[in-house]
Structures are given as structure tokens and as C-alpha cells.
């Protein structure tokens, strides 16, 4: 059995010098089928499962998820790996040894859902610390990539084409259908014009380009990504709350959601990655004022309402 998840990563931090800054409050596990029995003896209790998975109550009141490993999965090429190739440190966990997953491989078990929404705030704390110690090397590549298309798999991920033009792009159900799009843009913009407009491939598709990304400062490169979450924050939280008697939103919740979801399942490729790997620059240089703007710019008629 191999011990994975934050108190794996607590221990290879401090055998480093360095702390999670956080108390882990359950237990992860990947375990072979065969593994189950000694499981039985360790006082857990059974709470549900799946084929995959089984969730437990340990006497302390954590909880205890052991992942089983199958044949030719990413599970039991991790498990290979620790039994036949490393020695690895061992520690016990309600009175049954187990080692304990490197931080290399705790580096690609992060990064093979890095663009998953789930417990995302965590992971992307996790899988940028790491990234920075392993200055971005994956020294398991390929099963990181197998475990990436499980987790695509799994979660059912997917993100919108970009191959369309700005119209047929925001044709959406979750775009907001009271203000005009563009607009919120330009009020969200940072200078003069919105930011999108110096990287944009062709001016009527949504599709940007890398190499006009790359030629902006840093400062312009965070506040590309600001102007699209501040517009998301707006269009699917905001807006709605105010406009079309949706949900309760809370400004900084919904930048931070939408900034999450820019880094997850609403955009693909480097902006992405950028986005991702730059996430607690981007929350720093949040902007408490946008909801204002927003406001103050639909009382002034720079924004107009679509009308119906």
C-alpha cells in the first residue's frame, strides 16, 4: 500500500525543510485488491465504494479513501514503481505500515488533474509548490499522462472549441443575455482597449495567439487573464444575481470561480497553463472595485442592454 495525497506531501516537505502549511484531514491511499484484507484489520469504518474506490471512517474520525489498482492503470504502475524499484520510507497508519509516496511522484499524481474543478483551490496550491522544487520535470512523464486521461476520463472534462467566431462562440445557455458582451469588456479593460485585442488571431474568432501572448510584459499577461475572469465573474455570477433574480454571488468567490474555471474546463492550451501557473499572482492583483465599474459604467450607458 503507498500512501499518497497531503500526508505524503506533509512528510516529503519536511524531510526537505520545508511545511505543507496545513494539517491534512484524511488519509489517501492506493492499495491492490488483494491489499483489502489488511484494511479490514485496521478498525476503519466501511462508508461506500465504488469498483474503484472505497471510502472509510477511521476510529479518529477521518476519513480514508483507498483507490485500487488495476491492471495497466496509472495506480499500479505507481505501485510497480514502489515496490520494485524504490525504497521508500515507511510510516504507520492505525497499526498497519505503509510507505510513503516520493514528492516526484506526488509532482504527477497533481499534475495529472491539474485542470480538474474538484478540491481545485488545494491541488493547484500543491502542484505549483511542487513544480517549482522539480523546476517543471516530471520524472514520470508517462505515467502522468496515462493518469491525466483517467481523470478526463473520470470527470468527464472537456472545454469549448475556440475555432468559432466571437457570435457563435458566446451562443450559449450560460452567458449573460442582458448586457452586450463586448462592452463588459471594454469597461473590464485595464488600457485603453481590452487586452484580448492585442493577442487575438483574427479579430472576428476567439482563438488567440501564443506568440503575441509571450511578446506582453508579465503585468499585461496577468491582466489578459483578469479582464477574461472579471467578464466570466460578471456574466455567470454577478449579472444574473442582480439582473435576472439568480443566486446569491459574492464578488471576490465569483473572480476567484471564474478565474478557477479559466484554469480548468472553460479554456485549454497555454493561456491555460499560464493561467494556472501564475494562479496566486492573478488572485493578488484582484480588483475589488470591478463590480463598481460594472455598475457605474450600465448608470453612464456605456453598456447597453441586449435587446430582446
Not at 469504518?45 to 496509472?74: F, N
Not at 484580448?196 to 488567440?208: G, R
Request: proline letters at 4%; a negative charge; hydrophobic letters at 40%.
Amino acid at each position: 500500500m503507498l500512501v499518497i495525497g497531503s500526508n505524503a506531501l506533509q512528510f516529503g516537505l519536511w524531510e526537505i525543510g520545508k511545511t505543507l502549511g496545513r494539517v491534512p484531514t484524511d488519509l489517501d491511499i492506493l492499495a491492490r485488491r488483494h491489499e483489502l484484507v489488511e484494511i479490514n484489520f485496521m478498525g476503519l469504518e466501511y462508508v461506500k465504494g465504488t469498483y474503484e474506490k472505497r471510502l472509510y471512517k477511521g476510529p479518529d474520525g477521518r476519513m480514508v479513501e483507498v483507490e485500487l489498482a488495476d491492471p495497466g492503470s496509472s495506480a499500479e504502475l505507481y505501485l510497480d514503481y514502489a515496490e520494485k524499484i524504490a525504497a521508500l520510507p515507511q510510516i504507520y497508519f492505525y497499526g498497519l505500515r505503509m510507505e510513503v509516496t516520493p514528492l516526484a511522484m506526488l509532482y504527477s499524481l497533481k499534475k495529472s488533474h491539474r485542470h480538474s474543478p474538484r478540491m481545485f483551490e488545494k491541488h493547484v496550491h500543491d502542484y505549483n509548490g511542487l513544480r517549482k522544487i522539480f523546476d517543471g520535470k516530471d520524472a514520470f512523464e508517462k505515467i502522468t499522462k496515462l493518469r491525466y486521461k483517467e481523470t478526463v476520463e473520470r470527470e468527464k472534462l472537456k472545454t469549448p472549441s475556440l475555432n468559432k467566431s466571437t457570435k457563435d462562440f458566446f451562443d450559449d445557455k450560460v452567458s449573460n443575455r442582458t448586457f452586450i458582451h463586448d462592452q463588459i469588456h471594454e469597461v473590464m479593460a485595464h488600457q485603453d482597449r481590452p487586452m484580448f485585442e492585442k493577442i487575438k488571431i483574427d479579430p472576428d474568432k476567439v482563438a488567440c495567439s501564443q506568440e503575441k501572448f509571450e511578446a506582453l510584459d508579465y503585468g499585461e499577461q496577468i491582466q489578459c487573464v483578469q479582464e477574461e475572469a472579471y467578464v466570466i465573474a460578471l456574466e455567470r455570477a454577478i449579472i444574473p444575481m442582480l439582473f435576472e433574480g439568480e443566486k446569491l454571488a459574492v464578488p471576490f468567490e465569483a473572480y476567484k470561480w471564474a478565474v478557477m474555471r479559466i484554469c480548468t474546463t472553460l479554456c485549454s492550451g497555454w493561456f491555460r497553463e499560464f493561467a494556472l501557473e501564475n494562479y496566486a499572482d492573478i488572485l493578488y492583483a484582484y480588483d475589488e472595485n470591478y463590480v463598481d465599474k460594472f455598475l457605474n459604467a450600465v448608470d453612464d450607458g456605456r453598456i447597453k442592454r441586449i435587446l430582446k
